[in-house]
């Protein structure tokens, strides 16, 4: 059975490529996305979006998304 033979040999070798595909291009992503991984993420108390520490507005030990929602919450 040589053509059996065969397919399953392009089989693996196709399996193979793809498997080395992803490994080569999945170290790329998470560095494109360091800047946002690494960082904690908190819960804006108003609308429940998370929000990066750094982009975080805090207002009377409250995180906000933005100022908008730390002004819109306290009245
Ligand atoms: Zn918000």
């Excluded at 498997?19 to 429940?48: H, I, T, V």
């Amino acid at each position: 059975m040589f053509v059996l033979r065969l397919i399953i040999l392009l089989a693996i070798v196709a399996l193979l490529m793809w498997l080395l595909k992803r490994l080569f291009s999945k170290p790329a992503e998470p560095e494109r996305l360091d800047s946002g991984k690494g960082e904690n993420m908190r819960q804006c108390k108003y609308c429940g979006v998370h929000v990066p520490e750094s982009s975080i507005v805090t207002v009377n030990d409250q995180p906000y998304c933005c100022r908008e929602h730390a002004d819109l919450d306290r009245n």
